[in-house]
């Protein structure tokens, strides 16, 4: 078991409806016997599960079912999202998926290449990562000079400039900024064009992806521990909502992710 969000309010949901339904199914009407038509109060125990149960389960149905937040504390998915940014992550694209066991039991549809994924970290579940997926199952996957390849074809890139950090993203600048053409969209990267280039190559296996991070000499990714379970995805991230790095910067409210 997976001592996170869910499964604290899976466990709240419980108690308080156990405790609800106990009393409205035994105890009161012990009580209101006992009292002989005189005026029956609650527990506050009882009163509390009451009141709370229904809180409870819609924030146990939005986080697990719909939508989930998440802030993002490092700067491997510069520039598309920075130290900071608070993110809303769809949790239905993918399919229903219980929460607590995370067994799927509602097929919907299956991630795309490009699309940023938030993941439990395969060597610590407890931890969430976030990704840009670029290998499907069964692609032959190449990173080389800084440059990525799929299935033997080399992705495209146009150069956009050079990258301006500020605030916790300064120490990227400098970087060289690159749209790069993934899957049926474009999104922008950096390369610190003097780092050490991380190279890998294998192939993706079945039920499972490749990712990066866009900041892709400053994230630790597939490359160095390997493939994502389609069984640890969380969901999308599509929106930021909030950022606050050493302050709040407003014109990222409401930013979609690509």
């Known amino acids: 078991m997976i001592w996170d ?8 949901v419980a108690a308080s409806g156990l405790v609800w339904g106990l009393d409205a199914w035994l105890l009161k009407p012990r009580r209101v016997a006992a009292a002989a038509g005189a005026e029956v109060g609650e527990p506050v125990l009882v009163d509390y ?24 504390p490092s700067g491997s998915m510069i520039p598309t999202l920075l130290v900071g940014d608070f993110i809303l992550v769809n949790k239905f694209d993918y399919g229903i998926r219980l929460p607590v066991i995370n067994r799927k039991i509602i097929e919907i549809g299956d991630p ?8 439990r970290y395969p060597e610590d579940p407890s931890t969430p990562f976030i990704k840009r997926i670029v290998g ?62 991380f ?13 990066l991070g866009d900041n892709r000499d400053n994230s630790r990714d597939s490359r160095f521990w390997g493939f994502v379970p389609n069984e640890n995805l969380i969901g999308r991230a599509f929106i930021i909502w909030m950022n606050w790095d050493k302050g709040p910067d407003l014109k990222r409210i409401g930013t979609s992710i690509e």
């Open 5 to 12: 969000f869910s499964t604290i309010m899976v466990l709240l």
């Open 49 to 72: 599960a009451r009141s709370f149960f229904p809180i409870f389960l819609i924030v146990l149905l939005l986080r697990a079912f719909l939508v989930e937040p998440f802030r993002i």
């Open 112 to 119: 795309a290449r490009g699309d940023v994924v938030v993941f």
């Open 136 to 197: 499907l199952p069964g692609d032959h996957i190449a990173y080389r000079g800084k440059r990525l390849f799929i299935n033997g074809e080399a992705v495209a890139y146009d150069p956009a400039g050079t990258f301006v950090g500020v605030k916790s993203a300064v120490m990227h600048t400098g970087a060289e900024k690159l749209v790069e053409h993934l899957g049926d969209g474009t999104h922008d990267i950096i390369v610190t064009p003097r780092a050490y280039s």
């Open 199 to 211: 190279d890998w190559e294998g192939k993706v296996p079945a039920d499972s992806y490749f990712v």
